[in-house]
């Protein structure tokens, strides 16, 4: 049997007995080449595979198992990606066909996979040739848009079908924000208390208790507020009508009225200028009112409770989790990225390690965009329900929910595989994200099959006769008379609720509080996670597995930024984004993005041809690239007015764009080169002066800032180029060696060290794996850069130059071969070629062709750009650039290839890893 991962294949290996061996293929082991585009446009789109580099050994080994095996089960993941993997495998195993079967199960227990060898099948190939129509567009989009963006942006740019169409959504949203303009409008709110005689002194420790702050300076939450009042019989009350008619005030002089008439003292009226804010919003005006004081009540109107009202409503439990809801729940409540949520979801599929059972699968599979429950699964939770909580928590019928639109209902909902594994069963196995993540998925499970909670929800009406006119307020209290699912879901997950006291017509009540509060109309919010995933599927851009390495992918571009979790549209994206909706409308086109998703459904449904569907899309596309080739204007001969005057000439400055964004350039260039940064909004950004730090000559440095942030640098630049690290307002850091910084553990207490993952630094506990507390570098130092390993010798000559020796040096992504020529000679290659480059040296082959064939990670620009960042299919210089649309015309079938052109045997998905393709088309 062969599954994807060494974790699912250590998991099922349990069921299956001495008669099996499990073997891992590690993901895809055949991708569209790495160099060329790979995809023959003239000739119906036929693509060229080939093994990938880092597989071949994979590839070899399972050949070797495959070739004795009386037969061979394909069990990759049972959806197109899977499905796709799974071919590749069988093409690339030469095994005969009648010895292949195929296997799927939507979960990895001992049931679930003797389930699924009762019923093998054959590949579909339909499902195959979907995922082979969307690898196709999405090369095509990547390599022959990227091209254009280096000519016409900057250099290292790309384009992705929907990463693109994803940007747009942000940068859309940022334009909305922009062009928002605020609103004034004015509410009336109150605090009542039935007790008459305390409301002088409950009025006095009300705005006490408002004045209150916690350690990080925030005043209290509205639920610690709900708590005090409900503690003291007192409520919140809104004014709704006034005269009669519904209230609906927009300036400061109608609620004024209104207060006075109510026989509230107003003491003053603040006023003050919010420059930064725009339209009615700069104007702040603040009443301050006094309900009581020396002249105690005499001048108060006189409020009563006028009428009541009682009904019940029930609160239904939740659906169970698919893809898109398991990712916002998780971004929401336990603030994981998505794609953290499907590596640590991926963890509790394959498997985890529990005393005396060994490896186990906790969840169902986990990209799915169903919400069905087998019927297993329902009966199993029912009867856990009534043992655990009662028969009443347990619903007459069943539960059952759908998605709709187009899920695929023959997959189920994120489950636990044993609903009667409860989270603190396996705490101990467990680390604490993963425990965190399948307690959330348990809870969200058994809830889905609950009862609903059921809650007494009074309302009041309090009213006040004045001279002017009639005031009625209204307050809303609810109470839970039955908690149903949330007796898993947990009802304190819902805050404080609203409660009021015990009521009755005609009753008196006296304001604790009676404030005229200005307010504004609100722009629409920035995307969170969870909220952009909602988009995404709603949309219909992506599919769920697609989602975390879409949002992954945006970022590592540069194209958005997430500040304090809410996505930024930057500079770059904007740019980006501009060029493309202009010149490609179709490929940035909402709509169209979600109807090449259901043109995809079709050619899995074998409802349609998949090279149909390819040529409905080059089409237009191909007509709009030519005319963008010639006529898009280069960015940065664009320019936007501004507000600001230069400084040094007295000329406007104008908006310019540079390959670190927008920034302020004086139009009497080139007599003037007076420039000047800016902030996100636009604003001109006055630089800070720091007087004596430049390390080099000790004169003052300027704050500046570059695409990687801000930095200090000489005042004197260029004469003088010294530089210093500073954090965002310009204070220098102090740099410090790694065993400087040193913490302690929040989880175990113990001491913390420096610890490095990519180019990100962190502390962490030094009892790991034991411990897996993390922390943050402190504020004010930065660490010095790693001193670099030197070249490990290899003792072999450079095959290329003949000259040289070829070492092993440490890069960004791991060890690689190279050439100690270099830059004279530029040879370098994966060190997994290391072994046979040597043989073939030994043996006296051609070593450098071994090296040329198997270029695909360190042996080219190009290469190493698409093994680090999968979402682009972009190549890195403006070199490659020109060659990219040359490429596309020619014929690239070959090597790899299926030799039939049947569409039922033209099949290339995108690989888990490391693939050349766009990420935003690829599970995470």
């Known amino acids: ?228 009042l409900s503690q003291r019989e007192a409520f919140w009350a809104e004014l709704t009508h006034w005269r009669g008619a519904a209230v609906d005030l927009h300036d400061v002089a109608q609620s004024r009225q209104i207060v006075e008439a109510l026989g509230v003292a107003i003491e003053r009226e603040d006023r003050a200028t919010d420059e930064r804010a725009k339209g009615a919003a700069r104007n702040k005006v603040a009443l301050r009112t006094r309900l009581y004081g020396a002249g105690g009540t005499a001048h108060l109107a006189a409020f ?35 794609s953290r949520t499907m590596r640590i979801a991926q963890d509790l599929y394959e498997g985890v390690d529990i005393p005396g059972e060994g490896s186990v699968g906790l969840i169902t599979y986990m990209r799915t965009d169903s919400l069905n429950l087998s019927n297993e699964a329902i009966t199993a939770a029912r009867g856990f329900i009534g043992q655990q909580y009662g028969q ?122 009676l404030d005229a509060v200005q307010k504004f109309t609100q722009p629409p919010p920035r995307y969170t996670e969870a909220s952009l995933v909602k988009a995404l599927e709603a949309e219909g851009i992506g599919r769920p597995s697609t989602y975390a390495s879409i949002i992954s992918t945006i970022q590592d571009r540069g194209y958005v930024e997430q500040l304090d979790r809410r996505f930024y549209a930057t500079d770059i994206g904007k740019k980006v984004t501009e060029k493309l909706v202009k010149h490609f409308p179709h490929v940035m086109d909402l709509r169209f993005t979600a109807h090449m998703e259901d043109q995809l459904d079709r050619v899995e449904e074998a409802q349609v041809d ?96 570059s695409r990687f942030g801000p930095f200090l640098g000489c005042q004197k630049y260029p004469e003088c180029k010294g530089t210093l690290p500073c954090d965002s307002q310009g204070n220098p850091l102090k740099v410090v060696k790694d065993e400087e910084v040193t913490g302690q553990c929040p989880k175990c207490g ?52 003949r000259k040289k020796p070829l070492v092993i040096r440490q890069g960004q992504r791991g060890p690689f071969v190279a050439c100690s020529g270099f830059p004279r000679c530029r040879n370098s290659f994966n060190v997994d070629l290391l072994d046979e480059v040597r043989k073939a040296i030994e043996e006296k082959r051609d070593a450098q062709a071994l090296i040329e064939d198997g270029k695909g990670g360190r042996g080219s620009r190009r290469a190493a750009v698409a093994t680090a960042d999968p979402a682009e299919e972009s190549a890195a210089t403006d070199k490659a650039a020109a060659k990219a649309p040359k490429a596309a015309g020619k014929s690239t079938r070959g090597a790899g290839k299926s030799p039939k052109r049947s569409a039922a045997k033209r099949a290339a998905p995108p690989a888990d890893e490391p693939p050349a393709g766009p990420v935003d088309e690829m599970p995470a």
């Open 1 to 228: 049997m062969i599954v994807e991962s060494p974790a699912k294949a250590k998991t099922i290996n349990r069921y299956l007995g001495d008669d099996f061996v499990v073997s891992a293929s590690m993901g895809h082991v055949r991708d569209l080449p790495t160099k060329t585009m790979g995809v023959d446009i003239e000739h119906d789109f036929a693509p060229t595979y080939e093994i990938t580099a880092d597989r071949r050994k994979t590839v070899a080994m399972l050949k070797k198992q495959a070739i004795g095996a009386s037969a061979v089960y394909l069990a990759t993941d049972l959806d197109r990606e899977g499905e796709a993997i799974a071919w590749h495998l069988a093409e690339s195993l030469g095994v005969p066909a009648d010895r292949i079967r195929r296997v799927v199960f939507n979960e990895i227990t001992k049931s679930a996979i003797q389930e699924a060898f009762r019923h093998p099948r054959s590949i579909e190939l339909n499902r195959v040739n979907a995922q082979q129509a969307r690898r196709i567009l999405d090369r095509i989009v990547g390599y022959q848009i990227s091209p254009l963006l280096w000519r016409k942006v900057a250099t290292g740019l790309s384009a992705g079908r929907v990463q693109s169409v994803a940007v747009r959504l942000i940068v859309d949203r940022e334009l909305e924000i922009e062009q928002f303009n605020p609103e004034e409008y004015w509410k009336i709110e109150t605090v009542f208390s039935t007790r008459l005689a305390d409301a002088p002194a409950l009025a006095e420790s009300w705005h006490a208790f408002l004045k209150q702050l916690d350690e990080k300076g925030a005043p209290p939450t509205r639920d610690a507020q709900q708590q005090w």
């Open 392 to 513: 009443r928590y347990v619903p007459e019928k069943p539960n059952r929910y759908t998605a709709g639109g187009r899920a695929q209902e023959a997959h189920e909902a994120v489950r636990p595989t044993d609903v009667s594994r409860r989270p603190q069963d396996v705490r101990s196995s467990l680390n604490n994200d993963q425990y965190r993540l399948y307690e959330l998925i348990w809870t969200r499970f058994v809830a889905c099959q609950m009862t609903p909670a059921i809650w007494n929800v009074t309302d009041a009406t309090i009213a006040a006769e004045t001279p002017s006119g009639k005031a009625q307020f209204r307050a809303q209290g609810r109470q839970l008379v039955f908690d149903g699912f949330l007796k898993v879901a947990g009802a304190a997950d819902r805050g404080e609720e609203p409660i009021l006291p015990a009521l009755s017509e005609r009753q008196p009540l006296s304001p604790v509080a």
């Open 610 to 705: 998949w090279i149909s569907v390819l040529r409905e899309f080059y089409g237009p596309f191909k007509q709009n690239l030519d005319r963008a080739s010639e006529e898009m204007q280069h960015a940065k001969a664009e320019t936007e007015p501004s507000q600001y005057i230069c400084e040094a000439c007295g000329k406007p400055m104008v908006y310019r764009w540079g390959k670190s964004g927008r920034y302020l350039a004086c139009t009497g260039y080139p007599e003037c080169k007076k420039t000047a940064p800016i902030d996100r909004e636009g604003r001109k950004l006055e630089q800070k002066v720091v007087a004596g730090a430049c390390p080099v000559c000790g004169g003052d440095m300027l704050l500046r800032r």
């Open 750 to 801: 113990g001491p913390m060290v420096v610890k490095r993952k990519g180019r990100r630094a962190f502390l962490g506990c030094a009892r790991y794996p034991d411990c897996d507390g993390i922390g943050n570098i402190p504020e004010g130092v930065q660490l010095a850069r790693p001193p670099k390993e030197p070249p490990q010798e290899t003792g072999l000559t450079c095959p290329k130059c």
């Open 304 to 338: 009563a409770v006028e009428s009541l009202s009682s009904r019940q409503s029930t609160t239904r439990p939740p659906k169970p989790f698919n893809t898109a809801s398991l990712q916002q729940a998780a971004s929401t409540r336990l603030r994981f990225a998505a």
